[in-house]
């Protein structure tokens, strides 16, 4: 409390002095209401309106670049001093999030932010896996800080998401805390009140959602030189408590759907400069209203670490009581994502070729028929390769996997060549006694191997 009371009380005295000074150089004042916090109302600015160019840095409103320093507030280290501190970070999830420095959670619209944040919340407070993979290393004391989604819809999904755990809300108890008013980030007031509530909480990590709703009006989010400073303030204000602050924000209308999201589809100016941390989701293929969901995870930050991982979440549908739905996810690495993927691919080969095997096979059972029905006699690999335009291999595949199969049987007779002379050749007929009695039709279940066609079981 006393850190942060000397920051208001500095601020508010900074404010003041440059509200004079402005006044003085600009001659009018207009007041302009903002819209304040969701607690108290709107707020009346009766500070002068004056437009700020790029580089004029000492005519910005206080509200967005903080106070000057004041004394000598910058020190110097010396490099073996430097070298022996010990900065390591500290994880609150290994691999995925560091304690200590300002994250962002981002995707696109209705693209389960929400529920990924819910679920991290419970998993920190529960001591469980992350989307049931990513282990915690110690419970803590977290809070979800929601103006979007509504009491209903963050009961069901924290219940939901609790009991894949194997564990309840209740269970949890207070190391989760649930806010349903989002602070004005640019409110210093409503900022310290905000802040102390975290500090006498005893929150180490809050997840704030969404980003957009608590920008208050009183800064550009296409100015990178306004959100910048906000968002600094906004995360040092938190971090001085002891909290790791997590925002959750929109994805640019530069995503695709199907591709990894990266930070430069962040929505605003300053998200990508500000995040040291982040959890960028993205559909891989689109919502196909039927409760199951197919995404992109990134995870990366400054300290180096990263991942990119394919997430299944079955989440099912609700029922005419509002109930019904589930949480159950998998998680897979890139590695097994192109494994999968060339599994299917190669699933998808074996079957066109077994099509295209089924197909000649019938093209040959209807030749032979065709030719017994003649009077003519049994057809050669030479007559069937004339008549159906197959190559020597594919002559010799078929044929042989048809008399492997039962289906035909080879057949000597002699035929007149044209000298006159009679020569004996094979052809193939029908077998005498054939799989599923006259008639039958062949299995033709074939796959690949070293390119050619072999039989396999049904």
Not at 134 to 157: C, D, N, W, Y
Not at 396 to 420: H, M, N, P, Q, R
Request: glycine residues 12%; contains cysteine; charged residues 25%.
């Amino acid at each position: 409390m006393g850190v942060l009371q000397q920051m208001l009380t500095e601020r508010l005295a900074e404010r003041a002095k440059r509200a004079q000074s402005a006044s003085s150089r600009i001659g009018r004042d207009a007041p302009t209401e903002y819209p304040g916090d969701h607690v108290h109302g709107p707020i009346v600015d009766t500070r002068p309106v004056q437009t700020y160019e790029r580089g004029d840095a000492d005519d910005r409103p206080e509200h967005i670049i903080g106070p000057k320093p004041a004394g000598d507030d910058f020190e110097f280290v010396d490099s073996d001093a430097f070298d022996a501190g010990d900065f390591t970070p500290e994880w609150l999830i290994p691999g995925v999030l560091v304690k200590g420095q300002p994250g962002v959670i981002a995707g696109p619209s209705k693209g389960m932010k929400t529920s990924v944040a819910v679920d991290m919340a419970v998993s920190l407070a529960a001591g469980a896996p992350f989307l049931g993979q990513f282990p915690i290393l110690k419970p803590v004391r977290v809070a979800v800080v929601s103006g979007e989604s509504g009491m209903h819809t963050l009961q069901e999904t924290g219940r939901r998401i609790a009991l894949s755990k194997e564990t309840t809300l209740r269970g949890i108890g207070g190391r989760l805390k649930w806010c349903f008013r989002l602070p004005t980030v640019t409110d210093i007031g409503v900022m310290t009140r905000f802040a102390d509530k975290i500090a006498s909480s005893g929150v180490e990590a809050a997840v704030i959602d969404p980003l957009y709703l608590c920008l208050g009006g009183r800064v550009d989010p296409r100015s990178m030189f306004e959100m910048g400073p906000a968002l600094q303030a906004f995360s040092e204000t938190l971090l001085r408590t002891g909290c790791t602050p997590i925002l959750c924000h929109h994805a640019n209308g530069r995503l695709q759907t199907g591709e990894p999201m990266e930070l430069q589809h962040l929505a605003y100016s300053g998200l990508e400069q500000f995040a040291r941390q982040f959890l960028l989701l993205n559909r891989r293929q689109a919502y196909t209203s039927d409760g199951t969901h197919e995404l992109w995870i990134r995870a990366g930050g400054s300290i180096g670490h990263g991942g990119l991982w394919a997430v299944h979440i079955d989440e099912g549908l609700t029922g005419d009581t509002f109930g019904g739905r589930r949480w159950n996810v998998s998680v897979m690495t890139t590695d097994e994502v192109k494994a999968d993927r060339a599994a299917e691919q190669e699933q998808t080969r074996r079957e066109k070729v077994r099509l295209s095997m089924r197909q000649k096979e019938t093209d040959l059972l209807n030749l032979i028929d065709r030719e017994a029905e003649h009077g003519s006699q049994p057809p050669t690999k030479a007559r069937i390769r004339a008549a159906l335009g197959w190559s020597a291999s594919a002559t010799s595949d078929v044929v042989g996997l048809l008399i492997e199969a039962g289906y035909i049987e080879e057949c000597e007779y002699k035929k007149t060549g044209g000298s006159g002379s009679a020569q004996k050749v094979t052809g193939y007929r029908r077998a005498q006694c054939r799989p599923g009695g006259p008639g039958g039709n062949p299995p033709a279940l074939v796959h690949p191997v070293r390119g050619r066609v072999d039989r396999v079981d049904k």
